[in-house]
């Protein structure tokens, strides 16, 4: 990992309420992914995912020079078109991530987590065992929604610009499974419609077919992912950790299988080091 997070150049790093922020910070780039803001997300996501004091993180963008939103406009593909010599493909990732092994909640979490992934922070993005939260205004495509769709919660403005511009501007698809997330997220049929003809969408209409969870004013975008990053970082970490793990599970397990699942989680939390502290003699003394 690089030796402090307060040396990043392409993004911000502010730990706050048992939540960390990031803000993609190329703002004359509007925010564009380059191989450097690559190296420090994964460099980030690895200490969020080691930190037990973060329960989440929120990824949002830095607004535009003259002032106007903007969460990212994809890749950059200024810098890409040098990386691409006859079509090949850059490494973008520094080898496998290295699994956070700090509990038993997140041994459990791992033990389903993929590998190999062609642009692996994305993946990382997904499989953090952190409740992942997306703040967008103004422009998200291509790659920034390829990152939106990566996240668990996303929350936009009701005047965002969300788009996936793959195959219509460049004749490609995503390449971090921006189709099949989408596709997870708004269903097969929208997926395959805003994917292929790069149709822009408004915040109003991404809460409407499923590809936000809430949809707000402009000005209250980053309060109210804020709002949810300080609700889950008072939590129970190992709680929030299996509940993402067992929500996942229903994407490629079977109803019996996740079923089973689920009632592993439920006995390893019995079997934390801090279960004292939780469970039914909770809320009963907080009755009493």
């Known amino acids: 990992m690089a030796h402090s997070y307060e040396s990043y150049e392409t993004i911000r790093y502010e730990k706050l309420e048992g939540y960390v922020l990031l803000t993609l910070n190329r703002p004359k ?5 380059n191989v450097q803001m690559w190296r420090e ?3 980030a996501l690895e200490w969020i995912d080691r930190d037990d004091d973060v329960r989440a993180f929120v990824v949002t963008g830095a607004p535009r020079p003259d002032g106007r939103p903007c969460f990212c406009a994809g890749a950059d593909l200024k810098e890409m078109n040098t990386l691409l010599p006859e079509g ?3 490494e973008l990732g520094a080898g496998e991530k290295p699994r956070p092994a700090s509990s038993q909640a997140r041994n459990f979490y791992s033990q389903r987590m993929p590998r190999g992934a062609l642009v692996p922070t994305l993946e990382n993005v997904t499989w953090s065992p952190k409740i992942s939260i997306a703040a967008i205004d103004g422009t998200c495509t291509a790659g920034g929604t390829e990152l939106a769709v990566a996240c668990d919660i996303v929350i936009c403005s009701e005047t965002a610009r969300i788009s996936d511009m793959h195959v219509s501007n460049l004749g490609w698809i995503g390449g971090a499974a921006g189709s099949c997330n ?3 997220r708004v269903g097969v049929s929208k997926a395959i419609e805003l994917c292929c003809t ?4 408004d915040g109003r209409e991404a809460h409407r077919i499923g590809f936000a969870n809430q949809v707000v004013a402009p000005d209250q975008v980053l309060e109210k992912a804020r709002e949810m990053g300080r609700k889950l970082g008072g939590m129970r970490l190992s709680a929030l950790i299996m509940t993402k793990a067992t929500c996942q599970a229903v994407q490629d397990m079977g109803r019996m299988a996740s079923r089973r699942y689920c009632d592993e989680a439920f006995f390893v939390l019995t079997s934390e080091p801090d279960k ?3 469970g039914p003699g909770r809320w009963v003394g907080k009755k009493k």
Do not use: K, Q, R, T
Request: hydrophobic share 55%.
């Open 276 to 278: 004292g502290d939780w």
């Open 88 to 90: 090949s493909i850059p």
């Open 29 to 33: 780039a509007l925010n564009a992914l």
């Open 198 to 201: 790069g149709e822009v969408i």
């Open 41 to 43: 997300l994964d460099d």
């Open 182 to 184: 989408m596709a997870w």
